[in-house]
Every structure is written in C-alpha cells, then in structure tokens.
C-alpha cells in the first residue's frame, strides 16, 4: 500500500499527515509548521519523508 497525505490548516499552522501500513501495522509521520513557514521547510521534509523506510524484521 502506499502512502496517504493529507495537509491541513488554521489561521496560524499547517500540518502535512503522511501515513501507510505495512504488516499490520500503521505508521505516522507528522509535519506542523506556522503558516508563512510552512512552504520554506517543505521540500526538506518531502525529502525526509521519502529517504524513510521501515525494514523487514523477521
């Protein structure tokens, strides 16, 4: 399964939610910034985001 987003805001912050599962189990990763910073750190946590894999355990 891929992953979700899905970003949300209020007057002063944003949040992007990113989630998926894998084995059963869900996995979380939340971003929140105040809205004129938001856009700034961005493609620092896309990128974070997409370096993140979680591992087979046996």
Not at 1 to 27: F, N, P
């Amino acid at each position: 399964m891929g992953a979700i987003e899905l970003v949300s805001s209020d007057r002063e912050l944003k949040k992007l939610e990113v989630w998926t599962l894998k084995h059963d189990k869900a996995y979380f990763v939340t971003y929140v910034a105040e809205v004129g910073k938001y856009d700034r750190f961005l493609p620092v946590v896309e990128k974070m985001i997409k370096s993140l894999e979680v591992a087979d355990t046996k």
